[in-house]
């Protein structure tokens, strides 16, 4: 089912003058949707009200999640992508003091995974693109995602599911659409994302919900690619597909490990309800 809406009227553009497409002025969710509810809206929600904020795009959130809320419901079961931009400007970098955002939904199939990345886990492709670094964008789910465009084109091969990506100084930072984690004896390692990547929802729920609930230690800081191929199991997440682990990266293989299958099995409880 496909399904469009802008600012909570069914439609099928925005005006070409609208700063998300001139600027990519904006913000972005992407919501997994079961049985007509948004899953981990909560979260998505606190990620969205820290990013306008930030940005200072001016943004009634009540009625927004009333919109979502409607939106999921209408759409049953896939995906919703929530968009909110700055609103119609006129030429030049400077916002309009009066704009009024843009709020655009899409909805759209559920993607078809297969089970086996999963259970099995996935080739990790090592993209040549760097994350630039950019601490007042730095966490935020905005809409310049053209290092992830440029990462994404350099595979074609089905054997890599997921890209890493680094930074400019070569520390690890995520997955092209995805966060990353390390476990090294027993403690959980993920990226200091203050200077770039994106603070996902998923990354976000296993910090603050299932870490804590195995009584996981984690730590959260700067990651060097040697502590990467030096990890005993490595897994990627994100608010779609849950938790797959890493089999592979270059010369360098893993197993999926009894941290991983442990953190699967509390995710898979903890967000069957929300």
């Not at 919109?67 to 999921?72: I, Q, S, T």
């Not at 089905?158 to 984690?181: C, H, K, Q, T």
Request: net charge negative.
């Amino acid at each position: 089912m496909s399904l469009c809406r802008v600012n909570g009227q069914p439609a099928e553009g925005v005006p070409v003058r609208d700063r998300g497409l001139a600027y990519g002025d904006g913000l972005f969710e992407t919501m997994r949707v079961q049985a007509g509810q948004p899953k981990l809206f909560e979260r998505h929600l606190q990620r969205l009200e820290h990013g306008v904020g930030r940005l200072r795009i001016p943004c009634d959130l009540d009625r927004l999640a009333l919109e979502v809320r409607l939106f999921a419901a209408e759409l049953g079961e896939g995906v919703a992508k929530l968009i909110v931009t700055r609103g119609i400007g006129e030429r030049g970098y400077a916002p309009n003091a009066g704009a009024e955002p843009t709020r655009i939904l899409l909805g759209s199939a559920s993607p078809s995974y297969p089970a086996h990345y999963a259970q099995d886990g996935i080739g990790l492709y090592p993209c040549a693109t760097r994350l630039a670094e950019q601490p007042v964008l730095a966490g935020l789910k905005h809409l310049n995602r053209l290092e992830q465009v440029m990462a994404r084109a350099e595979w074609t091969d089905p054997a890599y599911a997921e890209g890493l990506m680094r930074d400019l100084g070569g520390r690890v930072i995520e997955g092209v659409f995805s966060n990353l984690f390390l476990v090294c004896e027993g403690r959980l390692l993920t990226a200091d994302l203050s200077r770039c990547g994106v603070a996902g929802v998923m990354r976000a729920h296993i910090i603050e919900h299932a870490a804590p609930a195995l009584g996981l230690p984690l730590e959260i800081r700067d990651l060097e690619y040697e502590e990467l191929l030096a990890a005993d199991e490595v897994f990627m997440c994100n608010s779609l597909y849950g938790i797959w682990p890493v089999h592979s990266l270059d010369a360098r293989r893993w197993s999926p490990g009894a941290v991983t299958r442990k953190l699967q099995a509390v995710l898979a409880d903890s967000t069957s309800g929300t």
